[in-house]
């Protein structure tokens, strides 16, 4: 496993409490030994002695380099696992790039953040050859509870990138509305009652922000960083398809006041405080709480 953070360090728990044997690397001392992996100095050591090789990264620009100092040192045969949230067109080319050497490039995007990380239940969305895929079962299986084949290389990337674009429009667009019903004088958690059982229910209603209004914000997930990185990517691939991204700009401004108010690095439930500022210093949840 190359990147041992929030969901690199958490799938390479399980695959470790799994019996099997992980070669980490992380930029960060120390992180390999906290989850249970073999210590590696650099990506490419951790190549030299794996042959199946997962990277955990932010994003393409970090996943290429990575990819170019692993390829020359992989055997004929090994398989990387990109379970990073990438731009699908560079996928391909590192797809193409790695088969000219004999090396299988599996895109493997993920879904259901930190919680499912740990408890081994994330879903996975793959593009890449069939074969290499159902070879992967046994490294999948500690860490997914689906796993879908969406088609070629980069199917897997831009399947990721689409329900990404949704999770971050309802998430910042729930935080709006709790914002005002707040302001508003209601109920948050009978509101939330009330949209859950109606037509604005979505992931970030029903499973997060009951916990936001009771003040966890349930970190050790995706960041407001992240999120717009994700949306940016979303926002260049409908640009490829020829899609316009109309509903670009509300994610966009919400993550990127996030970003400009300190909440960059925390967890993207925090999206929530930003217009909570702008609002008069709101917060949904009890001061106490």
């Known amino acids: 496993m190359i990147g041992l953070g929030n969901m690199g360090g958490r799938m390479t728990r399980r695959l470790v409490d799994a019996g099997i044997m992980v ?87 993920i879904s259901g953040g930190a919680a499912a990380a740990e408890k081994g239940s994330l879903t996975i969305m793959a593009g890449g050859d069939a074969a290499a895929l159902a070879e992967l079962d046994r490294v999948f299986a500690p860490i997914a509870a689906t796993v879908h084949h969406m088609g070629p290389s980069g199917a897997g990337h831009a399947t990721k990138l689409l329900n990404n674009f949704l999770n971050a429009v309802t998430l910042a667009a729930s935080a709006e509305v709790m914002v005002a019903g707040r302001k508003a004088g209601l109920d948050l958690a009978q509101l939330l009652d009330v949209i859950n059982s109606s037509s604005g229910v979505s992931f970030a209603t029903t499973d997060r922000f009951p916990s936001i209004i009771r003040g966890n914000y349930l970190e050790g997930g995706l960041t407001s960083r992240l999120m717009t990185k994700d949306v940016a990517l979303y926002v260049e691939l409908a640009g490829r398809l020829g899609v316009p991204s109309l509903n670009s700009a509300g994610p966009l401004a919400s993550f990127g006041l996030a970003e400009n108010l300190g909440y960059g690095d925390l967890i993207s439930n925090r999206v929530v405080d930003a217009p909570g500022d702008v609002a008069g210093g709101v917060r949904v949840h009890d001061q106490e709480g």
Do not use: M, Q
């Not at 199946?52 to 020359?72: C, G, I, K, Q, T």
């Open 23 to 109: 070669v980490g690397h992380d930029p960060v001392a120390g992180r390999a030994e906290e989850v249970g992996a073999e210590p590696a100095g650099d990506p490419a050591e951790v190549a030299r002695r794996a042959r199946v090789v997962l990277l955990s990264l932010p994003d393409s620009h970090v996943v290429e380099p990575v990819v170019r100092a692993v390829l020359p040192v992989a055997a004929e045969g090994t398989t990387i696992v990109d379970l990073s949230t990438a731009s699908p067109a560079s996928t391909r080319t590192l797809h193409d790039e790695a088969a000219a050497r004999g090396v299988r490039y599996v895109d493997a995007g």
